[in-house]
């Protein structure tokens, strides 16, 4: 129907977003408001004595300056990490005690030493600049794999060698059997670069205390009002009625804003001991030091393959860089939100996973667009790209042999998921098709007779969404027909209300004008499980289309009535209750004016409600997105400059809610793929510490002149374990995207012996390495 699922409708949301009507964190100010800044360590490592705040204290409008000593005195908790990770032993992980400003020790360049409030942002950072810190520093580590290494610096005495856990899943006897009997085995060393996330809206927060109740409110940029709530309501020992947590528009999440941080915790503390709202707004310089980072592993990854090239075992032992203090989610990230993914789409019988996470004096380290899903993905296609060029039987014909098949589906993986279904053949062939692979030898004689080299890469990929829990809607259906949807995902620019407008206008028959949706408000909504890993629309979508049966199911007996007829008599469809067999009909507006006659319900604003029905809904299963990426770009060899030319896609997402949205998911991902293949790399400097790529200056994000034209196709097959049947698709570029360009760099190299390139491949990582590669056949 028009405006329900399946259709490419226009984000409703763009107009107002578009023409300056957005209300984000910074947007937001009120009465007497305050200014945080934050005293940040310059060193990577030092003790902290005395800390001197006489100067800062005598800047015009500074207020005052608050030390962790202020937050011992009000009883305040610590920031918390949420996994519940075991070691190989059975034993728990070493965790790290994460007060919101400095307590002892600074663990990483940009860490919150003090925070000065005052009457202006000017004067807060004025204020920041004449405290006086005595700094002791120490010598660090920020290496992922020189964190081991002995002699090294600790970064927590209670952590030896720096190693916060050793982890490990799958069978590793079996592992040794299947090399045992191995015709080959192939094996490559794999870093995944760490990267920033570098939304366009940074990280800000406002904190109060309503004067009326006394309870602390904050207004803060995030992916999920509730899960913030329940941290603070730890921290600061309060119940969770005593906060009210709010996110309006967000520009851009990409995992980094569903965490909590220090400057949060530390602007409450504020509000509540000046009873001023107290306003915090993350510079980019300042994201840069203190949001959290993503990926940065560094994985032996080994393969071993019968005669014919069919896997019979794969090992892979990864080194995850965890930074100096445990993010909400970090150790998750790289052991069970990523390793069981290492299955792939294929039939390898056994596999064996260890992973061991450090502490280095680095930002915190957790999930970044996919978390866990792209670091497995890229490990295994470049390690299964490898293996194709090492048997001979190239990069289709390796994934073909050892594909599992769609008559397969359900399949139950070595490593406990189970695929419901897909046909990752069908993929292949067709990418193979879209990306006009029968064409490719003329373009690259075209390429090299202009001097230049092509390739072509590609890349299958599975992962695994839909998790974190169960989600909550609200459908209330008001007297003048109207709906209000309050639901406990959080947008942060992927067009939910969109998404989630066609659901109810599939389900209800109401138009997308008609519709209103709430999220980010911790009272209207009372509870929530957030957005992350591709859930919003298949978890909080389902939990809106049971809410919306409900409605129907409550208004039908009306309509029955209404229309003088049995309510097993009447059905609904398209807005409509009908009496079976006639055109005798009644609207759900109608039906709505006839039920709030008899209720007193007033929901915000003084509207009459004449139906509120509410649905929790848990996902049985993890949703399986899959699909088929393949890049084609061409080198110059005496610069090292790469061009991606083609990109094509083909994806399965399940059931598809509005195919616009899709691509503009597919692309965003593939943009971000790209640039941490060819561009994005977080550097330290290994004797200081110091952040190196602090600035838009020196990190580089891929431009508009740097993305290829993309072609996609979508090979929908439905999922079985959610009523939509969707998949989902925030995260398949970002996934598909990074092996893709890299197996196809490889492949343009290849005729100087090159047989991998790490990500970043910058123009001079690739020009160092054809140099190199031609040093070698001249010796």
Known sequence: MKFGIGQAVPRTEDARLLTGGGRYTDDVSLPGQTHAAFVRSPYAFAAIGAIDSADALAVPGVLAVYTVADLDADGLGLLPCLSGLKQRDGSPYVGTPHPALCKGFARHVGDPVAMVVAETPEAARDGAERVMVDYSERDSVTGTTAALEPGRPLVWDTAPNNLCFDWDTGDEAAVEVAFAKADRIVDLEIVNNRVVATPMEGRACLAAVDADSGRLQIYVTSQGVHSLRKQFAKIFNLPESQFHVLTTDVGGGFGMKLFNYPEYVACLFAARRLNRPVKWTSERTEAFLTDDHGRDHVSQARLALDADGRFLGLRVDTVANLGAYLSNYGPFIPTDAGSAMLVGSYTTPALYVRVKGVFTNTQPVDAYRGAGRPEAAYLLERLIDHAGRVTGLGAAEIRRRN?????????????????????????????????????????????????????????????????????????????????????????????????????????????????????????????????????????????????????????????????????????????????????????????????????????????????????????????????????????????????????????????????????????????????????????????????????????????????????????????????????????????????????????????????????????????????????????
């Not at 993305?707 to 598909?736: F, H, R, Y």
Request: overall charge negative; charged content about 20%.
């Open 403 to 779: 594909f599992i098949p769609s008559s397969a589906m359900p399949y139950a993986t070595p490593l406990g998921q189970v695929y419901d279904t897909g046909d990752f053949v069908q993929n292949l062939e067709d990418g193979l098709v879209l990306a006009d692979v029968a064409g490719l030898a003329a373009r690259k004689a075209d390429s090299k007779a202009r001097g230049k080299r092509r390739g072509l890469g590609l890349s299958t990929y599975i992962e695994a969404c839909s998790g974190g829990g169960p989600e909550q809607a609200t459908v209330q259906v008001n007297a003048d027909g109207r709906v209000v949807l309050l639901i406990g995902t959080q947008t942060n620019g992927q067009g939910h209300e969109t998404a989630y407008k066609q659901i109810l206008a599939d389900r209800l028959g109401v138009a997308p004008e008609d519709v209103e949706v709430v999220q980010g408000d911790s009272d209207r909504v009372t509870w929530g499980s957030g957005t992350g890993g591709s859930r919003s629309v298949p978890v909080g979508g389902s939990a809106l289309a049971e809410g919306a049966a409900k409605v129907v199911k409550a208004a039908t007996p009306i309509a029955a009535d209404l229309l003088e007829t049995a309510a097993v008599d009447v059905e609904f469809d398209q807005g409509r209750f009908t009496v079976v067999g006639t055109d005798r009909s009644v609207s759900l507006k109608e039906v709505a004016a006839k039920a709030a006659a008899t209720t007193n319900a007033v929901g915000d604003g003084g509207a009459v409600i004449a139906f509120s029905e509410m649905a929790r809904w848990t996902p049985p299963a993890s949703t399986f997105p899959n699909g088929c990426h393949v890049a084609e770009l061409e080198v110059d060899p005496d610069t090292g400059v790469v061009e991606v030319l083609r990109y094509s896609v083909v994806d399965d997402f399940g059931t598809v809610i509005n195919p616009m949205l899709v691509m503009g998911q597919i692309h965003g991902g593939v943009a971000q793929g790209l640039g941490q293949a060819l561009q994005e790399r977080v550097v330290f400097d290994p004797d200081s510490g110091q952040l190196l790529t602090g600035s838009l200056m020196d990190y580089q994000l891929p431009r508009a002149a740097d993305m290829p034209p993309i072609s996609v196709k979508l090979n929908c097959v439905p999922s079985t374990t959610n009523m939509l049947g969707m998949k989902g698709a925030g995260e398949a570029g970002a996934i598909g995207a990074p092996p893709a360009i890299i197996n196809a760099l490889v492949d343009a190299l290849s005729e100087y012996g090159i047989t991998h390139i790490d990500m970043p491949a910058t123009p001079h990582a690739v020009w160092s390495a054809i140099q190199a590669a031609k040093a070698q056949a001249a010796a």
